[in-house]
């Protein structure tokens, strides 16, 4: 069973641990020691020149993520660091031992990931599925694999037939459903019963609520959109008129650079009424005239100067959703996009509209909400 290397000096590694720190501002990495262990001075310096071509915060921490385990799974592997470029018979053992068959496991120990590869990666805390790995994931990592190599001025054997053909034998060979972000989407009556754990005015219940109304109505926004939202980003609009009752207050969002968009665009969402109310309590109870928008809170109530994590989004969501009385398990920050989507195709509200609030670019994917919702209650499903 191959150890984690003993010839890198301590000294070196706490250099990488240092060279780290110089990016994590940009990117947030709680397991900087571990990270400076598994990865080489050349991985660092490759993530440090991504930092600086402005490559999107959360790609640069799936990047990392990826290296890492890619990193730690060439070491429990071969015994040795990961040669850039691997070799194609490297890339089909990753896929050997990442997507295999359970039954065929059963009768045959050797198929699959090795049990002291196995071992070794889970007591790094780098492998916690059980059972083979999700195609896409295999994909996602290899496509990274890919653009660190190319980062490197490098050619693969990424494209090679030999490893399109294993990837597609292996995912026919074992089919797996595929699994929403979110397992139920966050509609409007699900989201007034979050909002309901939100009633009083402590700090949590204001910036909880506001985050809940901001993410939803402004296109049900990503949580590292949500987390990464600065008082900078947000204008003052001209209050709507309405006929029956007050103007209602009016603010845009500019959202700078997102994942499907590089923030040479000025690309604007608007919210109207109830959420803007909902985000100016918070800003005033925070007291909030700068920086970040949505902060963690301490035990005794004191507001942090940090942004709060994407994760801790994804956390207060579940948190709410527990103490509505509904499934936690069932519910992610997702599930406030495909939410937002849901409910806009409920109302009758047109897809272009929606998406123009959504800032979705694929219309298949946008209208795949539609349909599910359309499909549900409409004639078709009630035919009997």
């Known amino acids: 069973m191959?150890?984690?290397?003993?010839?890198?000096?301590?000294?070196?590694?706490e250099r990488r641990a240092v060279e780290l720190d110089t990016i994590a501002a940009v990117l947030p990495m709680e397991r900087r020691d571990e990270l400076a262990e598994l990865l080489t001075d050349q991985d660092v310096e490759t993530l440090r020149h991504l930092v600086n071509q402005g490559m999107g915060d959360n790609t640069l921490r799936a990047?990392?993520?990826?290296?890492?385990y890619l990193e730690a799974w060439g070491l429990a592997a071969t015994g040795k660091s990961l040669p850039w470029p691997a070799p194609e018979a490297l890339l089909l053992k990753f896929v050997a031992h990442h997507l295999w068959d359970p039954e065929k496991r059963g009768t045959d120990p050797d198929h699959g990931m090795p049990a002291d590869i196995d071992e070794n990666?889970?007591?790094?805390?780098?492998?916690?599925?059980?059972?083979?790995?999700a195609p896409a994931t295999v994909r996602r990592r290899l496509a990274?694999?890919?653009?660190l190599t190319?980062?490197?001025?490098?050619?693969?054997?990424?494209?090679?037939?030999?490893?399109?053909?294993?990837?597609?034998?292996?995912?026919?060979a074992v089919p797996r459903k595929r699994r929403r972000k979110s397992?139920?989407?966050?509609?409007?009556?699900?989201l007034a019963s979050l909002l309901a754990t939100c009633a009083t005015y402590s700090l949590r219940d204001v910036r909880d609520r506001a985050i809940l109304?901001?993410?939803?109505?402004?296109?049900?926004?990503?949580r590292s959109e949500v987390a990464?939202?600065?008082?900078?980003?947000?204008?003052?609009?001209?209050?709507?008129?309405i006929e029956d009752g007050p103007p209602l207050p009016s603010l845009a969002i500019h959202l700078g650079r997102t994942k499907t968009s590089t923030g040479e665009q000025d690309e604007v969402v608007y919210l109207t009424g109830r959420p803007v109310e909902a985000l100016n309590a918070w800003l005033a109870a925070a007291k909030i005239n700068k920086g970040s928008v949505f902060r963690g809170i301490g035990r005794w109530g004191t507001v942090s100067k940090r942004a709060l994590d994407p994760q801790s989004v994804n956390a207060i969501l579940k948190q709410r959703a527990e103490m509505a009385g509904l499934e936690s398990g069932e519910f992610s920050a997702h599930g406030l996009r495909s939410g937002y989507l849901t409910e806009a195709a409920n109302r009758g509200i047109p897809l272009p509209e929606a998406m123009e609030q959504s800032r979705h670019r694929s219309v298949q994917q946008a209208s795949s909400y539609y349909n599910d919702a359309t499909r549900r209650s409409g004639r078709a499903a009630r035919i009997l």
Do not use: Y
């Not at 990047?63 to 890492?68: E, H, I, K, P």
């Not at 190319?150 to 090679?160: E, T, V």
């Not at 397992?183 to 699900?190: N, P, Q, S």
């Open 121 to 133: 990666l889970r007591r790094q805390g780098l492998l916690k599925t059980v059972g083979p790995h």
């Open 228 to 241: 990464g939202l600065c008082l900078e980003q947000l204008t003052m609009e001209a209050p709507i008129e």
């Open 144 to 147: 990274n694999w890919s653009t």
């Open 183 to 190: 397992a139920k989407a966050v509609t409007g009556d699900i």
């Open 2 to 13: 191959a150890t984690p290397r003993k010839s890198t000096s301590l000294s070196n590694v």
């Open 63 to 68: 990047l990392t993520s990826d290296l890492a």
């Open 150 to 172: 190319k980062w490197r001025g490098l050619d693969g054997a990424f494209a090679s037939p030999a490893l399109k053909s294993a990837i597609r034998l292996a995912v026919r």
């Open 213 to 222: 109304m901001v993410a939803f109505a402004s296109g049900g926004r990503r």
